[in-house]
């Protein structure tokens, strides 16, 4: 299975409905993405990450290893 999913306030979406606070370091995106993981039961899964969602992921990854069986890191920005 593959999932898909913009960052928060990717694209077209309303910036009145981005919360600036929470979104000040990477940890809240870090986060959402582990949120995305567990409400869908997924329990081990490979990650591809470009730019920033590579740093994401990498930081996902110290948070909870067991969650990932590898890394697929483009262009990962410091």
């Not at 979104?23 to 920033?52: F, K, M, N, P, Q």
């Not at 590579?54 to 410091?78: C, D, H, W």
């Amino acid at each position: 299975r593959v999932v898909l999913y913009d960052l928060v306030c990717a694209g077209s979406v309303n910036p009145d409905h981005f919360d600036y606070r929470r979104y000040t370091t990477l940890d809240a995106y870090v986060d959402d993405l582990l949120t995305i993981l567990d409400e869908l039961g997924i329990e081990r899964c490979a990650y591809v990450g470009h730019s920033v969602s590579a740093m994401i992921g990498i930081l996902a990854a110290i948070r909870r290893p067991e969650l990932f069986t590898k890394l697929i890191l483009i262009g990962a920005s410091p």
